[in-house]
């Protein structure tokens, strides 16, 4: 059974950084790209950040490009997305969810729809 557990949020001021982790089982973790979803108030949940299933390849939406870095540690089926200069906008809560690779830039520009478990997110509140 799959379960993705996303731990590390908080809240921090404008200019902060926080490191959130995505710890998955139930699948074949080295098989899939895992991909960072946000879904701020009032809105939908979309991709950010996206790794390949080899860790050698990662994609970013504008909105977080040159400040988010994701990586994964397929030894312990880990998923992290260092987030570095938040700003007020990244506030929301955020999920981890395994991709097809083909898909991973897709879903990391949030223009393919992801479907199926989710773990309970983590929430980052950007406040001053």
């Known amino acids: 059974q799959l379960r993705l557990v996303e731990t590390g949020g908080g809240l921090v001021q404008p200019g902060g950084s926080l490191r959130l982790s995505c710890a998955a089982s139930?699948?074949?973790?080295?098989?899939?790209?895992i991909a960072w979803f946000r879904q701020a108030p009032g809105k939908e949940r979309e991709g950010i950040s996206c790794?390949?299933?080899?860790?050698?390849?990662?994609y970013y939406a504008d909105s977080v490009k040159g400040r988010f870095t994701i990586s994964r540690d397929n030894a312990k089926n880990v998923v992290y997305l260092q987030m570095n200069s938040l700003k007020f906008e990244d506030t929301g809560v955020y999920y981890c969810?395994?991709?097809?690779?083909?898909?991973?830039?897709?879903?990391?520009?949030?223009?393919?729809?992801?479907?199926?478990?989710w773990g309970q997110g983590t929430q980052v509140t950007v406040s001053s």
């Open positions: 139930g699948f074949t973790f080295g098989g899939y790209a």
């Open positions: 969810a395994p991709v097809p690779d083909p898909t991973c830039p897709l879903v990391a520009a949030g223009q393919e729809r992801v479907s199926g478990s």
């Open positions: 790794v390949t299933s080899g860790g050698m390849t990662t």
